[in-house]
């Protein structure tokens, strides 16, 4: 009986030592980026349950909703990848006073944070030097999006006092505060990942939706297009290069 008693007794042990040299044998990120390919966090964003989804996924294996809205076909969820197109990583920088100073391709998530449920629901935020890369920042079969391509978007939505309602998420879950007349009749599913500014702050968080065109302006700027919560329209707006946006990539005709 003492024998029998004993074997469970020991697996659990065994068991323990084995989590426990689990995470010890873990690798520390040698980059000291915020956070690692593979974090596999669970998506927050609501879309909308009446309308048909496809998926896609990018070079990290990150599984994306799609709709299709009029001739095109948008990804229904901000990019989060860390690598280009070829493979080659995106270098992250959590640095307030790095961040504006750079001229190459950068990364970072929110404030910085390694909640991958935040990530899977927000994507990553790039600077303008990721975007226009000639490694492409987009998966195999999709561009980072024109202005063309966000105008011709925003001509099949309508008059501009409704588009931003048929964009956003509905409630008030994300967007603080939200609109009632908020529908995402269209299926973008928009949500306020805010963005990093030239001075490397994070702002704009749950008030703002700003996403990367893959344009450069005639005054060296580039061109990014926003979502307000107390507007109603979708803008574009000139924008420095450093700043930091969500991208939506649209699928290749």
């Known amino acids: 009986m003492l024998k029998k008693s004993i074997i469970p007794v020991f697996i659990l042990v065994m068991l323990g030592l084995l989590l426990v040299i689990t995470v010890a044998c873990k690798k520390k990120n040698p980059t ?3 956070l690692q390919a ?7 964003a609501l879309f909308n349950s009446a309308l048909s989804y496809g998926t896609m996924k990018d070079i990290d ?7 299709t809205i009029g001739s095109q076909t948008w990804m229904a969820e901000n ?13 992250t920088e959590t640095g307030l006073t ?8 950068a990364c970072c998530t929110y404030n910085n944070t390694e909640n991958c449920d935040s990530v899977a629901t927000y994507g990553r935020l790039y600077n303008f030097y990721a975007v226009s890369d000639q490694r492409n920042l987009a998966p195999l079969g999709w561009h980072v999006p024109t202005g063309e391509d966000w105008l011709i978007l925003a001509s099949f939505l309508g008059v501009r006092d409704s588009i931003a309602f048929k964009l956003k998420e509905c409630g008030t879950i994300h967007w603080h505060p939200s609109t009632i007349l908020a ?6 599913t928009a949500l306020p990942g805010g963005l990093r500014n030239e001075t490397g702050s994070f702002t704009g968080k749950g008030v703002a939706g700003t996403w990367w065109s893959a344009d450069m302006l005639l005054d060296n700027n580039a061109n990014a297009f926003f979502i307000f919560n107390s507007d109603t329209g979708l803008d574009p ?6 700043n930091g946006h969500s991208v939506r990539c649209v699928r290749d005709i």
């Open 38 to 44: 593979g974090c596999e966090g669970k998506s927050m």
């Open 98 to 105: 790095a961040w504006p100073a750079l001229q190459t391709g």
């Open 79 to 91: 990019l989060r990848t860390t690598k280009y197109r070829d493979g080659t990583p995106i270098y």
């Open 183 to 188: 529908t995402n009749s269209s299926g973008f």
């Open 61 to 67: 294996g990150n599984l994306y909703m799609t709709i």
């Open 237 to 242: 707006v000139a924008d420095t290069k450093s």
């Open 32 to 34: 000291g980026t915020s």
